[in-house]
């Protein structure tokens, strides 16, 4: 495995062409994201750079965005993970995107949705910090992981957890099928 790893601004880029590929291949122009960690910041940031307002039907391009231990306010002391080991620091530099002076800046940007309604999974199973101690999932903060987002639950997990079966039941499928407060499948405007 080599090279250094894209940045959140590289891979929304990537996405698009994934997501190009499925509404002509599949005919699926309304669609609905799942995204793991910085996976739900491409995808918020798919969202406001690529995402149809004017689709015919007057429907969002993206339905729902459930985030699982996203960090949308950064992660303190995410550049000490550059400094675990120099063999890593080609594929962390991801890490400074991460860092919340930054995410600041992403957040002061990255602000359109396009209507696509957003739920976060927030995990509060381990502690997370370097100076101050929060609980969280073990790498992303409960105050970052729910950060802007106004439909959100907790798990007792860990990071890497958060993507169990148990928590796509819990907390991914029920918004896929009816949406918060049964709003899904969403009826056509006219």
Same mark, same amino acid.
């Given at each position: 495995?080599?090279?250094?790893? %894209?940045? *959140?601004?590289?891979?929304?880029?990537?996405? @698009?062409?994934?997501?190009?590929?499925?509404? +002509?291949?599949?005919?699926?122009?309304?669609?609905?994201?799942?995204?793991?960690?910085?996976?739900?910041?491409?995808? !918020?940031?798919?969202?406001?750079?690529?995402?149809?307002?004017?689709?015919?039907?007057?429907?969002?391009?993206?339905?729902?965005?459930?985030?699982?231990? +996203?960090?949308?306010?950064?992660?303190?002391?995410?550049?000490?993970?550059?400094? *675990?080991?120099?063999?890593?620091k080609d594929k962390l530099r991801a890490a400074d995107?991460?860092?919340? @002076?930054?995410?600041?800046?992403?957040?002061?940007?990255?602000?359109?949705?396009?209507?696509? %309604?957003?739920?976060?999974?927030?995990?509060?199973?381990?502690?997370?910090?370097? +100076?101050?101690?929060?609980?969280?999932?073990?790498?992303?903060?409960?105050?970052?992981? !729910?950060?802007?987002?106004?439909?959100?639950?907790?798990?007792?997990?860990?990071?890497?957890?958060? *993507?169990?079966?148990?928590?796509?039941?819990?907390? *991914?499928?029920?918004?896929?099928? %009816?949406?918060?407060?049964? +709003?899904?499948?969403?009826?056509?405007?006219?």
């Open positions: 495995s080599g090279g250094a790893t %894209k940045s *959140v601004y590289d891979n929304a880029d990537e996405l @698009d062409k994934y997501i190009k590929y499925a509404q +002509t291949e599949s005919n699926a122009w309304h669609i609905d994201m799942v995204g793991h960690s910085t996976g739900g910041l491409i995808a !918020r940031l798919w969202l406001h750079k690529f995402a149809k307002e004017d689709l015919p039907d007057r429907v969002p391009h993206v339905l729902h965005l459930l985030m699982l231990g +996203t960090p949308n306010n950064g992660v303190p002391c995410a550049d000490a993970m550059k400094n *675990v080991s120099s063999q890593f995107e991460l860092m919340p @002076d930054e995410m600041l800046r992403f957040n002061s940007f990255v602000r359109n949705t396009k209507g696509t %309604k957003l739920a976060s999974l927030v995990g509060i199973g381990s502690m997370v910090g370097c +100076t101050d101690i929060h609980t969280g999932d073990g790498f992303v903060p409960y105050e970052s992981a !729910r950060y802007g987002v106004a439909d959100y639950a907790y798990a007792d997990d860990v990071h890497p957890d958060l *993507v169990s079966h148990q928590n796509f039941t819990y907390f *991914v499928l029920p918004r896929i099928i %009816k949406g918060p407060k049964g +709003t899904y499948p969403l009826p056509i405007k006219s």
